[in-house]
T-cell receptor, first 109, second 119 residues
Framework: KNEVEQSPQNLTAQEGEFITINCSYS?????LHWLQQHPGGGIVSLFM???GKKKHGRLIATINIQEKHSSLHITASHPRDSAVYIC???????????FGKGTSLLVTP | GAVVSQHPSRVICKSGTSVKIECRSL??????MFWYRQFPKQSLMLMAT?????????EQGVEKDKFLINHASLTLSTLTVTSAHPEDSSFYIC???????????????FGDGTRLSIL
């Protein structure tokens, strides 16, 4: 079983909708990352969290350490938000990221 | 702008060819870089950790003689896929830490990846 589970696997939304992507992990972590992977493959780091909540533009990321759960929210979604969103954790005992399988998001006009 | 440069972005070559992929940190020194592989619809999987001035640390199941890693300077790591075969076709991506303290709460910066296709 993967240490990092994401849901949903695929998501289609209409432009303007509020979107939530969830991430659960089963190990102790020092940080959790939300990454965005575009169709060409390049990866951009959106957030790095160890507690609480962060906001950047229309993106909000939250983490609940006790529940081992994080969410990524996109407000007022736009077609350019279409990408794969990946949750990755840095474990307490590790030095490299463990990745979820990603959530493929398609936002239609 | 990009802080980690990966080259080439795409390679198509014949079976048996060796392919070298470069990963450069552009404006910071990276004692440690990571090499990942991603198959279609799958997670990124760590292949190896590249350590400047010392041997790379390979994950279980990754053949060190097949995937040669050289980290000769603080800004450059290379991955060479030796005698590549069709099953090596994949998306390879590197990342680097800004801070030398591994595991510290520092973001990783990713290259744009290399799509390798072996015919």
């Amino acid at each position: 079983k993967n240490e990092v589970e994401q849901s949903p696997q695929n998501l289609t939304a209409q432009e303007g909708e509020f979107i939530t992507i969830n991430c659960s992990y089963s190990v102790g972590i020092s940080a959790l990352h939300w990454l965005q992977q575009h169709p060409g493959g390049g990866i951009v780091s959106l957030f790095m969290l160890s507690s609480g909540k962060k906001k950047h533009g229309r993106l909000i990321a939250t983490i609940n350490i006790q529940e081992k759960h994080s969410s990524l929210h996109i407000t007022a979604s736009h077609p350019r938000d279409s990408a794969v969103y990946i949750c990755a954790v840095l474990t307490n005992s590790g030095y490299a990221l463990n990745f979820g399988k990603g959530t493929s998001l398609l936002v239609t006009p | 702008g990009a802080v980690v440069s990966q080259h080439p972005s795409r390679v198509i070559c014949k079976s048996g060819t060796s392919v070298k992929i470069e990963c450069r940190s552009l404006d910071f020194q990276a004692t440690t870089m990571f090499w990942y592989r991603q198959f279609p619809k799958q997670s990124l999987m760590l292949m190896a950790t590249s350590n400047e001035g010392s041997k790379a640390t390979y994950e279980q199941g990754v053949e060190k003689d097949k995937f040669l890693i050289n980290h000769a300077s603080l800004t450059l790591s290379t991955l060479t896929v030796t005698s590549a075969h069709p099953e090596d076709s994949s998306f390879y991506i590197c990342s680097a830490h800004r801070d030398w303290l591994i595991g510290m709460d520092q973001p990783q910066h990713f290259g744009d990846g290399t799509r390798l296709s072996i015919l």
